[in-house]
């Protein structure tokens, strides 16, 4: 009985390592590369976080910041995928690169006949000469199809063996070894040195909002990082030797080994007013140079200096001369300050007993939004400049406003918009100030009007004098109270709108009765008011009203109504301003971007040989066969067959020639 041989087992360093170099891992880890490289590409990098959570809201916000989709090139777990795939890729290297050299380099003269008379592609042949004797035309036979051969002498047989396109096998090398230079590259350019920095406690993000000169030394980075990618804005004539780096909610500041002056930055519009290009003018301060190095940047045009480049990536306020005027709306209303300050300038005011501060946050140029036209339709506008502030209070609580400098025509009224907000995440809800002769001036004296006492009690008694008789208003007491109940009512009025009327009238007043109550207080409302302004347009020579002037009156009663709502005790106008621009410059540095260049050029050598170089291989078998011999012509191509098939039907009506000539046909 046959004994029986067992294969040896694989120990598992063994199963580890093949496990390491296989396909199947290899095409896991690079279907996770790119989807990861997809979600890298579609959501936006490193941006602030506060803009997160305005596009996915606090619950997806915080799923997507768990798994770090906010910066996925710098995950630990991209991170130890692009390390796995470069490891099982050089296994694979390792393991196959051998093997694949010595088939490309050697000839298969081992092949045996049984073998290649199953071969698809064969031709046989018979001639009354020797197996010797057919050699040296055999080895022309192939060198005329520009194949490289080597013969081979058996027991009672030669064999020839011929091929081409070895150099294929290179293409599986040169693309594995792309690959693995490439991923090599791209961990050059992570930020696996500052994430170490980070972990072992000598780097840590700053969260305050604070100039860089005040941002700590553990929060900064010196200049001999390896690489980094951050972004700088330089007003005009201002410098920079710094660069902001964005770490999930913080920040952390580069510094650089140069200086970066904004000389001068230009944009271009479209006529809508929407930024058509834009470029910066940039002056380079550096201790090697003898002087400044002058040179422009624009979009997709950067600077490369010293190993980084700058780019131009946006532009912004560089801090905006303002002239504001500050109309207070609580402290005596309808009085008015000027102020002059700048964009990124704070300021504290006083009121209702409270000290408050304004943080001037941005100034825009030109503004293109959807307008509603008289005919229903929306047109894209430019309505002009506006600052975007914030008021705090003492306890840090802000509100956010954009207020526009120009009035703006909707639906054929016209009025100055002043937004606000309490939630970044929510939309601006507007104050529409109506615009008489060009400002707000109007409105704030209709404001400083009823909140007069007295004069709101010579309009209301007036008012119930036209309406009730003057007759009646010669009691006293009857004329105290009616006066008294104007008053409350304009007060209740101005402190919480209609709404607060109605809710007045509720608690006050039996059911049955509130629907007539809540008319007639409206209509004394409006006609106390009314009386106000008639009575304030009349002092300023104006003896009859037009339709247009109570048109305007109908727009001040809505802004009355929505003011106790407004949240700001003044309302902020823009008077004039400087515009002063910032560049927004993205600077990088990049060491291993030539390496992964490298990387692509050996993956796309590779790829042109393993598609473009079809590797061919003939055998030309020789024996003896009833006193003649034998000739058998066997060709193999692993791809291209149609293509394979013209050519070993070429192959064998040159060599049918030879042997022609050989018989002397």
């Not at 964009?343 to 939004?369: C, P, Q, V, W, Y």
């Not at 104007?486 to 007045?504: I, K, P, T, W």
């Not at 902020?572 to 621009?581: G, T």
Request: proline fraction near 4%.
């Amino acid at each position: 009985m046959a004994e029986v041989v067992k294969k040896p087992q694989k120990t598992t360093a063994k199963r580890f390592i093949e496990f390491l170099g296989s396909m199947e891992l290899a095409i896991t880890l690079l279907s996770a590369l790119a989807v990861a490289s997809v979600i890298g590409t579609i959501l936006q990098q490193n941006q602030s976080y506060n803009d997160y959570i305005l596009k996915f809201g606090p619950f997806w916000f915080d799923v997507f910041e768990k798994i770090a989709l906010y910066d996925v090139y710098a995950a630990i777990w991209f991170l130890s995928i692009l390390g796995f795939l470069i490891l099982s890729t050089s296994v694979c290297v390792y393991r196959n690169a051998p093997v694949f050299l010595r088939e490309a380099r050697h000839f298969r003269t081992n092949v045996q006949l049984k073998s290649l008379q199953t071969f698809k592609h064969q031709h046989q042949w018979q001639l009354e000469k020797s197996a010797e004797e057919l050699v040296p035309m055999a080895a022309a036979f192939f060198n005329y199809l520009g194949l490289k051969s080597k013969s081979e002498a058996g027991e009672g047989f030669q064999l020839i063996a011929a091929k081409k396109g070895g150099i294929n096998r290179w293409g599986y090398i040169l693309t594995h070894m792309g690959v693995i230079i490439i991923c090599i590259g791209a961990l050059f350019d992570s930020k696996i040195p500052m994430m170490v920095s980070e972990w072992s406690g000598n780097l840590k993000p700053e969260t305050r909002n604070i100039s860089a000169s005040e941002v700590p030394d553990i929060s900064r980075i010196a200049p001999g990082n390896a690489s980094f990618r951050g972004n700088v804005q330089v007003p005009e004539g201002g410098k920079a030797n710094i660069v902001f780096l964005n770490v999930r909610d913080g920040y952390v500041v580069q510094e650089l080994p140069f200086a970066i002056e904004l000389k001068d930055f230009r944009v271009e519009h479209y006529s809508t007013g929407a930024p058509k290009s834009f470029e910066s003018d940039l002056l380079i301060h550096d201790d090697q140079l003898e002087k400044p190095l002058a040179a422009t940047i624009a979009v997709n045009h950067p600077l490369l200096y010293r190993g980084f480049a700058l780019y131009q990536a946006s532009f912004a306020d560089g801090g905006s001369k303002l002239d504001l005027n500050l109309w207070s709306l609580v402290d005596k209303p309808g009085t008015v300050i000027s102020k002059k300050t700048a964009i990124f300038k704070n300021f504290s005011f006083t009121a209702t007993g409270e000290t408050l501060s304004a943080e001037m946050i941005d100034f825009r140029l030109f503004n293109i939004n959807d307008v509603l036209q008289q005919d229903g339709t929306t047109q894209q506008t430019n309505i002009g400049p506006s600052i975007t502030f914030k008021i705090r209070d003492a306890s840090g609580v802000a509100k956010e406003f954009v207020n526009y400098m120009l009035p703006v025509t909707t639906e054929g009224v016209t009025s100055y918009l002043s937004g606000v907000r309490s939630d970044p995440t929510q939309p601006f809800q507007y104050l529409h100030l109506p615009v008489a002769e060009g400002g707000v001036d109007r409105f704030m004296q209709l404001l400083a009007k009823l909140a007069d006492e007295k004069v709101v009690e010579t309009a209301a008694i007036e008012t119930v004098g036209r309406t009730m008789g003057k007759a009646l208003l010669k009691n006293e007491d009857l004329a105290a109270d009616i006066s008294g109940s104007m008053l409350n009512l304009v007060a209740l009025f101005l402190s919480g709108g209609y709404e607060a009327v109605v809710n007045d009238v509720k608690a006050r007043v039996p059911e049955d009765k509130q629907q007539e109550v809540i008319e007639t207080y409206l209509k004394l409302l409006q006609s106390v008011i009314g009386t106000v302004y008639e009575t304030m347009l009349n002092a300023e020579g104006q003896k009859s009203l037009q339709e247009s002037d109570w048109l305007w009156f109908d727009m001040a009663l809505q802004a009355l109504n929505t003011l106790p709502y407004y949240g700001a005790p003044l309302y902020v106008e823009m008077k004039s301003f400087e515009h002063i621009q910032a560049a927004g410059i993205q600077i990088t540095k990049s060491p291993g971007q030539n390496i992964v260049y490298f990387g692509c050029v050996l993956l796309m050598i590779g790829v042109f040989f393993l598609f473009y170089i079809n590797p061919i291989r003939y055998w030309l078998w020789l024996d003896q066969q009833n006193g003649k011999t034998r000739i058998l012509l066997a060709g193999v191509s692993h791809r291209h067959t149609r293509d394979f098939e013209k050519q070993f039907d070429k192959a064998v009506e040159v060599f049918d020639s030879a042997l022609n000539r050989e018989r002397g046909e």
